[in-house]
Nanobody, 126 residues
Framework: QVQLVESGGGLVQAGGSLRLSCAAS????????MGWFRQAPGKERECVAA????????YYVESVKGRFTISRDRAKNTVSLQMNSLKPEDTAVYYC???????????????????WGQGTQVTVSS
């Protein structure tokens, strides 16, 4: 059974930092694209950051560029999202996702991902 389990969410003041981690089990995703999505109440889900199979290519939504960093540890089957200079508008449930496209480039659309975590809440207070 494939599982993606996120951790690291919580409540933080504006300007603070959080590090989200996603641990995969049940299969290895070391050669597959992975990503982080978020969904705030009343808003559509959006891809915040994505990384290709090797970790050599990344994507960030414009609103988080320069503040968030996605990384992966292929040996540990994990992907992380370092979030700095957090803003109240970053408040959302954050989801880890993994694609089934072997050796693929990063993906930024939800339906291109095959596996999802349960989500972790990030709340940024002003």
């Amino acid at each position: 059974q494939v599982q993606l389990v996120e951790s690291g969410g919580g409540l933080v003041q504006a300007g603070g930092s959080l590090r989200l981690s996603c641990a995969a089990s049940g299969r290895t995703f070391s050669n597959y694209p992975m990503g982080w999505f978020r969904q705030a109440p009343g808003k559509e889900r959006e891809c915040v950051a994505a990384i290709n199979w090797s970790g050599g290519s990344t994507y960030y939504v414009e609103s988080v560029k320069g503040r968030f960093t996605i990384s992966r540890d292929r040996a540990k089957n994990t992907v992380s999202l370092q979030m700095n200079s957090l803003k109240p508008e970053d408040t959302a449930v954050y989801y880890c996702a993994a694609s089934g496209m072997f050796g693929g480039v990063y993906r930024t659309v939800g339906h291109e991902y095959d596996y999802w975590g349960q989500g972790t809440q990030v709340t940024v207070s002003s």
